[in-house]
């Protein structure tokens, strides 16, 4: 029943989550809380492994929650199945939709309710962008919570090095580097003074 429930429960964020990988990330934390299948921190852990490794982020991510969750259930080869029902979940709202909208194509090019559609969900995905991106950012860079009711404190060694990371990358010497650099010597900071 677990597969079933891995497979319905991403193609409802396949369906819903318009604008790409970042626009999964709301879905994934209301997922991860109805379901117990991986925490706040585990989720941040997620979005950085699925950024770094090659591949679509939401792919990545739910192949990777698939798989996690399969293997509790059944193994490796249940994490192998889960894994593969996570991602087909994914993915099938995107490959019917599209099959759709292709067998339509010449009538929706000059529609100007589609294009009205479009223009639309361009700032509901770009609020979805910025509400995944605020909410990581606030999970790496400060603490809210804690033992008391109203504790917040910054991680200011983690602040430093994303506000040092972003003023090399506007310096005129260093913007010719590819972001990867950038990345890399971040992870490599990030081990080593444990951030």
Not at 70 to 81: F, I, P
Not at 158 to 180: E, N, Y
Request: proline content about 4%.
């Amino acid at each position: 029943m677990i597969f079933l429930r891995l497979y319905f429960e991403f193609a409802k964020v396949g369906l819903f989550a318009v604008g790409g990988g970042l626009a999964t990330i709301p879905f994934l934390q209301d997922m991860g809380a109805r379901t117990g299948w991986f925490t706040a921190v585990d989720l941040t852990t997620m979005i950085a492994v699925s950024e770094s490794t090659p591949g679509p982020m939401g792919v990545n991510m739910a192949t990777y929650v698939g798989f996690q969750t399969g293997s509790l259930a059944g193994g490796s080869m249940g994490g192998v199945l889960g894994a593969t029902l996570a991602t087909l979940g994914l993915i099938t709202p995107s490959i019917i939709i599209i099959m759709i909208i292709a067998g339509f194509l010449q009538k929706f090019r000059q529609s100007k309710t589609v294009d009205a559609v479009f223009q639309g969900l361009r700032p509901a995905s770009t609020a979805l962008i910025a509400s995944a991106g605020l909410s990581v950012a606030l999970s790496v860079l400060v603490s809210i919570g804690g033992t008391e009711e109203h504790t917040f404190a910054v991680h200011w060694p983690a602040l430093l090095l994303a506000v040092a990371v972003f003023l090399c990358m506007q310096s005129k010497q260093l913007k010719k580097l590819h972001p990867i650099v950038f990345i890399a010597i971040a992870a490599v900071v990030g081990i080593v003074f444990q951030l």
